[in-house]
C-alpha cells in the first residue's frame, strides 16, 4: 500500500562513486535519483524511496561502503526528509527530459513528446524506475548497441527476447527497428504492467508481448537475446541465455562494470557463448555474443 509520502536522502559523494551509488540505490528499492549539484569531483545526490524504513536508508552509505570497501565516509549523508507523496510526482516532470540514444531514437515522456523533427524516433516512457527512463549509461549502452548489431546484420532478425524488461525501451526500440516478434519476460508484475502502458503510448500492441515470469519457462529460440541487468543477475540467468538464443543467433548483455568483464566472460564461455563486439560507457560495459559452433 502506498503511503501519502516518500523519503528523500540527500547524500555528498566523490563524482567516480557516481555510476556504483546509483546502481547500489535501486537494488535497495529507490524510486529514482537525481543529481542536486556539482562542484569540481564532487556531487550531492537525491535519492528517493518510498515504503522504505528510515533506519534502514540511514544505513544504506554504510552498507554501500562495506561491500565496496570504501571508506565509511566516502557517502555522506547531508539530510533525510519526508515529503508529501504528491511533490514526487510533480519531481519526474522536472529531470526527465527527452534524451538522444544512438543514432535513430529519442526517449521522452508522454507530456513531451519530440523527435519527428529532427529525423529521430520517439520512445515514450511513462516514467517509473530511474533504469527505465533511458537516461541510465547501462540502458544507453543497451539501446546503442543493439542499434549497431541491427544496423550491421546482413539478415534481419526475426525475433527478439528482452530478458528483465523493465520499462520496455529495448524492446520497443528493437521493433522501431524492424524486429517483427518481441517477447520481455520479468519477474515483477508491476514491470509488465508498465511495459503494456508504453506500449500503448508507442502504438506497438501488435509487435511486442510482456510476460510475467522467469526465462526458464520459455522454451522458443530467439534471433536476439538481450538483457540490461546487473551482473549477478546476469550470471544467474546464463544457462536460461545459452538455451534461448537461435544458433544463428546474438546474445546482448548491458549493465555490468569494467573489472566483471573477465568473469562474464569466463562464465559465458563454458556455455558455448564467445564475444563478437564490447563496448563501454563510462564505466559500464556490453558485449555481443555468438554460439562458438555455428550449425
Known amino acids: 500500500m502506498k503511503t501519502d509520502f516518500y523519503l528523500e536522502l540527500l547524500v555528498e559523494l ?15 528499492s529507490a524510486s529514482g535519483i ?22 534502514t536508508i540511514r544505513a544504506i552509505p554504510e552498507k554501500f561502503c562495506r561491500f565496496y570497501q570504501y571508506p565509511f565516509d566516502a557517502i555522506k549523508i547531508l539530510s533525510l526528509n519526508r515529503l508529501p507523496y504528491q511533490d514526487w510526482q510533480a519531481a519526474w516532470k522536472q529531470y526527465f527530459v527527452p534524451t538522444q540514444v544512438g543514432k535513430s531514437f529519442t526517449i521522452c515522456p508522454p507530456w513531451k513528446i519530440e523527435g519527428q523533427s529532427s529525423g529521430r524516433i520517439p520512445i515514450v516512457i511513462d516514467p517509473g524506475q530511474g533504469f527505465g527512463t533511458g537516461q541510465h549509461p ?3 549502452l543497451a539501446l546503442e548497441t543493439l542499434e549497431k548489431h541491427i544496423f550491421n546484420s546482413a539478415t534481419p532478425p526475426g525475433s527478439l527476447l528482452d530478458v528483465g524488461i523493465g520499462s520496455g525501451i529495448l524492446a520497443f526500440a528493437a521493433a522501431y527497428l524492424g524486429v517483427p516478434l518481441v517477447h520481455g519476460i520479468d519477474l515483477e508484475k508491476e514491470a509488465v504492467q508498465d511495459v503494456i502502458k508504453n506500449r500503448n503510448l508507442n502504438q506497438l500492441n501488435e509487435i511486442v508481448q510482456a510476460f510475467v515470469g522467469k526465462p526458464d519457462c520459455l522454451t522458443r529460440k530467439y534471433s ?8 549477478h543477475e546476469l550470471l544467474s540467468v546464463k544457462s536460461d541465455f545459452a538455451r534461448l538464443v537461435a544458433p544463428s543467433g546474438v546474445l546482448i548483455c548491458s549493465g555490468f562494470l569494467a573489472h566483471q568483464w573477465v568473469e562474464l566472460e569466463t562464465e559465458f564461455l563454458k556455455l558455448g557463448l564467445a564475444p563478437l563486439h564490447t563496448y563501454k560507457k563510462d564505466d559500464w560495459r556490453s ?4 554460439h562458438c559452433f555455428q550449425p
Open 14 to 28: 566523490p563524482q567516480r562513486h557516481e555510476d556504483l551509488w546509483s546502481t547500489f540505490c535501486f537494488e535497495e
Open 34 to 55: 537525481e543529481i542536486a549539484e556539482e562542484t569540481n569531483s564532487i556531487l550531492q545526490m537525491r535519492v528517493f524511496f518510498e515504503d522504505k524504513p528510515v533506519e
Open 138 to 140: 547501462s540502458t544507453v
Open 224 to 231: 536476439i537475446v538481450i538483457s540490461n541487468m546487473l551482473f
Open 287 to 290: 558485449v555481443i555474443l555468438s
